[in-house]
């Protein structure tokens, strides 16, 4: 009876004994995994403390740039601003030196037309105190005779120059042919931008003809058409 009571508190022991270990076995087990879970978390406090710093240099980044930005914008108005100005006043100047070509153009064609006139007017008295003085007659020729004296006459061989225009062309060109007794027309034309003088002959089979006294070419001016890379606006004759 007693030897069953032995047998069985040491069952009982033997079982407490193992309950022991197995439990100490499974506490020794959830230490380690606290501990690794404890690692884990510093691990990512690490994480979240290095994002949270790499946040705020990011921020303070954007912070910087949009004052950037805004300086930009600030600066680019005030670029558009002076860039208006200067348009304005570049629109201003253009006007005034299209202002300034028109007052010269009208200066030079005034100033061609009273020079053309008085000495035409002067010209023409000259010349019929010499033909009354002289008896000289004009009259005008064939187109045969005038392309002879065209092709004869050496007024196409002075050089154009400052002291030397085209209005003298004409003029030497008409004294030359009225010396050979032909009645000859000084043609004055007027451009967009400025004026031109030129000769012609009234022929009796041809009818009139016009001559470039600079080049001896017989051209065919005509308003509204192109010559010497301008409109001809006007064209008058004077015998």
């Known amino acids: 009876m007693v030897q069953g009571k032995v047998v069985a508190l040491s069952l009982i022991c033997l079982v407490l004994i193992v309950g022991c270990f197995g439990s100490v076995f499974l506490l020794n087990q959830k230490e380690a995994e606290v501990a690794l879970k404890a690692e884990?978390?510093?691990?990512?406090?690490?994480?979240?403390?290095?994002?949270?710093?790499?946040?705020?240099?990011?921020?303070?980044?954007?912070?910087?740039?949009?004052?950037?930005?805004?300086?930009?914008?600030?600066?680019?108005?005030?670029?558009?601003?002076?860039?208006?100005?200067?348009?304005?006043?570049?629109?201003?100047?253009?006007?005034?030196?299209?202002?300034?070509?028109?007052?010269?153009?009208?200066?030079?064609?005034?100033?061609?037309?009273?020079?053309?006139?008085?000495?035409?007017?002067?010209?023409?008295?000259?010349?019929?105190?010499?033909?009354?003085?002289?008896?000289?007659?004009?009259?005008?020729?064939?187109?045969?005779?005038?392309?002879?004296?065209?092709?004869?006459?050496?007024?196409?061989?002075?050089?154009?120059?400052?002291?030397?225009?085209?209005?003298?062309?004409?003029?030497?060109?008409?004294?030359n042919a009225e010396e050979q007794g032909y009645r000859c027309g000084f043609v004055y034309m007027t451009f967009t931008s400025g004026a031109h003088a030129i000769a012609c002959f009234d022929t009796v089979d041809e009818g009139i003809i016009y001559i470039e006294p600079q080049t001896d070419e017989i051209v065919a001016p005509k308003i509204g058409q192109i010559y010497n890379g301008d409109t001809v606006e006007s064209l008058g004759i004077i015998w």
């Open 40 to 175: 884990e978390l510093v691990v990512m406090e690490t994480e979240k403390s290095s994002l949270e710093t790499k946040i705020a240099g990011l921020l303070s980044e954007k912070s910087t740039l949009e004052l950037q930005v805004t300086g930009l914008e600030d600066e680019t108005s005030e670029l558009n601003g002076e860039v208006a100005v200067l348009e304005s006043e570049v629109s201003n100047l253009q006007t005034e030196v299209s202002d300034l070509e028109t007052e010269v153009i009208e200066s030079y064609n005034q100033g061609y037309s009273e020079g053309h006139e008085a000495g035409y007017d002067e010209g023409y008295v000259e010349g019929m105190d010499y033909v009354t003085e002289n008896g000289y007659y004009m009259r005008d020729p064939t187109y045969a005779e005038a392309v002879a004296f065209i092709d004869s006459d050496l007024t196409d061989q002075h050089e154009y120059g400052d002291d030397y225009v085209c209005y003298d062309f004409t003029s030497d060109f008409n004294a």
